[in-house]
């Protein structure tokens, strides 16, 4: 009968602890997130007034907006028929020539029935922190309702609120298949980053003047005197 060498049951005992360990530092910004959002994140019908609605972009097909980021959009536009919201903002990718998040995200809820003065397009959302900081600084969102799936919301949310906006998020629900797990996983290392831009704040990429399309657009908005 062969005994137990000690040394090797040592050896696997800490290699157990440093992956336990690994996990759970690795799982650590993402229960953050979680517990961050509180109660701050429901449906476009638990969803309270906002100024404005920001839309994150998410990818185009043909010039069009891809599923995800089509419903997405939906939400937009039903808060915004609802009048939970009196403009919207999207924020999309344009690095590049022939690639226009921004335009196409417009162009649909133009199509969907909200007026072209209510939709103001930011041009270089090229992460989530630079779509949140250029919405407080450069659009002057101080208070807004955030759009996006339902596993990508919650960075969303810590991270407007570490910009200086005041949130919370419609999570769009999405069957769970390959392309959902797929934006899942992504959220593992999102959420490392997360914690980064919200304790170090640094600036976007493209910073610029003060654009004035959100109050254009509240402004407008007034004028019609409705509640939205």
């Known amino acids: ?15 157990f602890q440093l ?15 979680w517990l961050a959002a509180g109660d701050r994140v429901g449906t476009v019908e638990s969803a309270p007034p906002a100024p ?12 069009r907006p891809s599923p995800y980021l089509a419903h997405r959009l939906d939400a937009a536009v039903d808060l915004y028929a609802a009048g939970k919201v009196r403009a919207i903002l999207v924020t999309g990718d344009n690095g590049r020539a022939g690639y226009d998040e921004t335009d196409a995200m417009r162009g649909y809820l133009v199509e969907h029935g909200v007026p072209e003065v209510r939709v103001v397009g930011d041009y270089a959302g090229f992460d989530t922190w630079d779509s949140c900081t250029r919405a407080h600084r450069i ?5 807004a309702v955030l759009v996006s799936q ?19 998020a419609v999570g769009v629900p999405e069957v769970r298949d390959a392309t959902w797990l797929y934006g899942g996983f992504r959220e593992i290392p ?8 919200a304790w170090l704040r640094p600036d976007p990429l493209f910073l610029g003047p003060r654009e004035p399309g959100i109050p254009r657009a509240l402004a407008d908005a007034g004028r019609e005197g409705g509640a939205r």
């Open 1 to 15: 009968m062969v005994g137990h060498d000690p040394a090797d049951e040592l050896a696997q005992r800490r290699l």
């Open 19 to 33: 992956v336990t360990a690994g996990c759970a530092l690795a799982l650590a910004p993402s229960a953050w997130l």
């Open 52 to 63: 404005v609605a920001v839309v994150f972009g998410a990818g185009l097909f043909d010039g």
């Open 139 to 143: 659009f002057g969102v101080d208070r």
């Open 150 to 168: 339902d596993f990508h919301v919650r960075r969303a949310l810590a991270l407007c609120e570490a910009a200086g906006i005041e949130s919370y």
């Open 190 to 197: 999102g959420a490392g980053k997360a914690v980064l831009n």
